[in-house]
């Protein structure tokens, strides 16, 4: 789970910047929030932890009224501050990250585990970097037994799909060859979000959050394309490990996420954001407030577009052509208010089902397919790794398959060709 020579590193804690874990929390249990702070201060060396600050973001529950207060009072270096309001979580650790003294501020969620030596690692890099924002590598808690399981598998990178939804991913080659030792730091697209190390002022130069981001979600790549597009560089340590739970369920309803991915949409992905509403019709309509602000700090800070972002940070993303007419409902022609329909089998699989007729609804989703001109491919919804629509000569239906990569030569079975035929002086798709 960690790279041996991890446990090689030697550091000069009074040469290093010093740090205030900055946790924000709504109505957490008592047991992983209490697990969380007592983590931070046993495994942080003294010298480098200035203070964990604690942020409730207006809680009702009774145990994290008085209760709470009475607990941390006698523990050192743990402070309390409370929302007047309810906040959501990026104004709840923006308000944490307001009275913290330390150089950097870190961040995390208010169910974790530190894993001894996840400081140090994370502080050596912004004191050589301080354009850096580092991540721990994050292990899983399971969240029924509460057991720290560790993450088996090696370090993955954070990316995004079309529809903004945050996926994980294997190291590719290029950032291997990139690395020169296996204690390297690893670039990564996007972040999780919960997470992460930033040097103080670095967080203040990047503009720190997007205030008008409400309770949950979209945050993480906003902050993600805003570091790279702005000249910073978000990394991984592999030597530094936090565990995290993640619930069946969330404490608290999350309805406000499709307005703050719109916002990040609006302000950093130029005509990219297309893609992004072509699979979320629903998020044109969306009221995302105003965002002016936002455009006018990615002028000031002269960050680059989102262009470039995909060609040199991300160039393993597919981009779909989005041609139009080419993409989103796939109709029969004979029976027209019927549609391709594609229901994976689970979360993390995405072959093995056929793809069904059913109701055209219009609402993207698994009524989403692509095509690609230039690999004659039927994609199905965004997805990484993505589905192609695979059909043979002797089936009367067609079944889904993994998409080949892009160097990768496409089987016959998951080709199709596209003939256009003319009518009414418009172009219509015949698949
Ligand atoms: O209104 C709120 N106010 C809060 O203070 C809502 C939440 N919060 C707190 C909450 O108590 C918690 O401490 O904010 C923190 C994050 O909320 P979670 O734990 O419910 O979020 P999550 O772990 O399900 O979601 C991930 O994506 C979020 C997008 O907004 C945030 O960036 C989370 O920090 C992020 N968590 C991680 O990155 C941990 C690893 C998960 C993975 C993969
Ligand atoms: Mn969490």
């Not at 009072?73 to 309001?85: C, E, F, P, T």
């Not at 090696?154 to 991913?169: A, N, Q």
């Not at 993390?348 to 001109?373: A, K």
Request: charged content about 25%.
């Amino acid at each position: 789970m960690f790279p041996q020579s991890c446990k090689d590193l030697k550091y000069d804690y009074r040469s290093l910047p010093s740090t205030s874990v900055v946790i924000a929390f709504y109505n957490e249990a008592w047991s992983t929030l209490l697990r969380t702070v007592h983590s931070v201060l046993e495994t942080s060396p003294n010298l480098l932890l200035r203070e964990v600050v604690l942020v409730d973001d207006y809680s009702d529950r009774a145990h994290l009224k008085e209760p709470l207060e009475n607990y941390i009072s006698s523990l050192k270096k743990v402070r309390l501050i409370r929302a007047r309001k309810r906040e959501g979580l990026v104004r709840a650790r923006l308000l944490g990250a307001s009275i913290a003294t330390g150089d950097v501020l870190t961040f995390l969620d208010c169910h974790c585990e530190c894993h001894e030596g996840w400081l140090e690692p994370l502080l050596h890099r912004i004191k050589e970097k301080p354009s850096a924002v580092v991540c721990p590598v994050i292990d899983v808690i399971d969240w029924n037994t509460f057991q720290y399981l560790g993450n088996p598998r090696e370090p993955h990178i954070g990316g995004f799909d079309w529809r903004l939804v945050f996926t994980w991913h294997p190291v590719p080659e290029y950032e291997q060859k990139h690395r020169h030792s296996p204690i390297d730091v690893i670039r990564s697209p996007t972040m999780a979000g919960g997470l992460f190390a930033v040097s103080k002022n670095y967080f203040h130069y990047l503009g720190t959050y997007d205030t008008g981001m409400e309770v949950w979600g979209g945050e993480n790549l906003e902050f993600s394309f805003r570091i790279w597009q702005c000249g910073g560089s978000l990394e991984i340590h592999p030597c530094s490990h936090v565990g995290h739970v993640f619930p069946k369920k969330a404490p608290y309803s999350r309805g406000k996420a499709l307005a703050n991915s719109v916002r990040a949409a609006e302000v950093w992905m130029d005509e990219y954001k297309e893609l992004y509403y072509h699979r979320n019709p629903h998020a044109r309509l969306e009221a995302f407030g105003d965002v002016t602000d936002r455009r006018k700090l990615r002028t000031q800070l002269r960050c680059k577009d989102f262009k470039w972002y995909l060609e040199n940070i991300y160039p393993d993303i597919h981009v779909p052509e989005d041609r139009p007419g080419m993409f989103g409902m796939l109709k029969n022609r004979g029976m027209s208010s019927y549609c391709f329909d594609y229901n994976p089998p689970d979360d993390n699989n995405l072959v093995g089902h056929r793809i069904i007729l059913y109701t055209c609804h219009g609402m993207g989703q698994n009524q989403f397919f692509e095509y690609s001109s230039e690999r004659s491919e039927i994609r199905y919804n965004t997805r990484e790794p993505a589905g192609c629509a695979a059909g043979d000569a002797v089936s009367t239906y067609l079944t889904v398959h993994l998409c080949k990569k892009p160097r990768q030569p496409v089987p016959q079975d998951q080709k199709f060709v596209l003939r256009e035929v003319r009518g009414k002086g418009t172009m219509h798709p015949k698949w």
